[in-house]
């Protein structure tokens, strides 16, 4: 019952670093997101993908690449870390269709130094 | 623009008192609205949808366009209950992407 697993957990990185968050998805759905958590401003949307192959931007996309490697996984590059990219993040799979409920994952906490 | 407004960042209650989590939308469209909760070292998960006019966990939440308001509601509030809640809305302009509010901690005190 993994549901939607990131790696890693937690992670440190020096401004000018890169780094790529890992996400995978053992529930066939075809639609998946990347969002950062920030206190007070919600969960904003960085990039998604309506289905295997395809991209798009989100709210907040600057400073982040993404990759739709298959139908399962979706990872999130920082080519160029930067402080403001501190920040909790999360990745979610869901079907197509409008309204279906997120499955989430648990989170990458990233500090840029 | 679609935009989701929780007023309260903090909201603090007694346990058995009675909890409402304030939410409003701004969206021309027909909404479809979502409430996601994170307990304590927990993942985000769904609470409830309006669509599903259901009742989980005894939270409730009614759609009022006139108001454009979600509000969450439960009668008497328990000490599980403190979690960070989330109103979300799905455009449908949007597809299946999510549009969420700001969040409100909810304390539970006994």
């Known amino acids: 019952n993994a549901g939607v697993t990131q790696t890693p957990k937690f992670q440190v990185l020096k401004t000018g670093q890169s780094m790529t968050l890992q996400c995978a998805q053992d529930?066939?759905?075809?639609?998946m997101y990347w969002y950062r958590q920030d206190p007070g401003m919600g969960l904003r949307l960085i990039y998604y993908?309506?289905?295997?192959?395809?991209?798009d931007k989100g709210e907040v996309p600057n400073g982040y690449n993404v990759s739709r490697l298959n139908k399962r996984e979706f990872s999130l590059r920082l080519e160029s870390a930067a402080p403001s990219q501190t920040s909790v993040y999360f990745c979610?799979?869901?079907?197509?269709?409008?309204?279906?409920?997120?499955?989430f994952g648990s989170g990458t906490r990233l500090t840029v130094v | 623009a679609q935009r989701v407004t929780q007023p309260e960042k903090l909201l603090s209650v007694f346990k058995g008192a009675p909890v409402e989590l304030k939410c409003n939308y701004s969206?021309?469209?027909?909404?479809?609205l979502f409430w996601y909760v994170q307990y304590s070292r927990q993942r985000l998960q769904l609470l409830l949808r309006h669509i599903s006019r259901e009742s989980i966990k005894g939270f409730t939440a009614d759609l009022n366009k006139g108001e454009t308001s979600f509000h969450l509601k439960k009668p008497f509030a328990q000490e599980e209950d403190s979690a960070m809640y989330y109103c979300a809305l799905s455009p449908w302009e949007y597809g299946n992407k999510l549009v969420f509010g700001a969040g409100t901690i909810l304390r539970v005190k006994s």
């Open positions: 979610a799979s869901s079907e197509q269709g409008r309204g279906d409920g997120y499955t």
């Open positions: 993908s309506a289905s295997e192959g395809t991209t």
């Open positions: 969206y021309s469209g027909s909404p479809e």
């Open positions: 529930m066939n759905h075809n639609s």
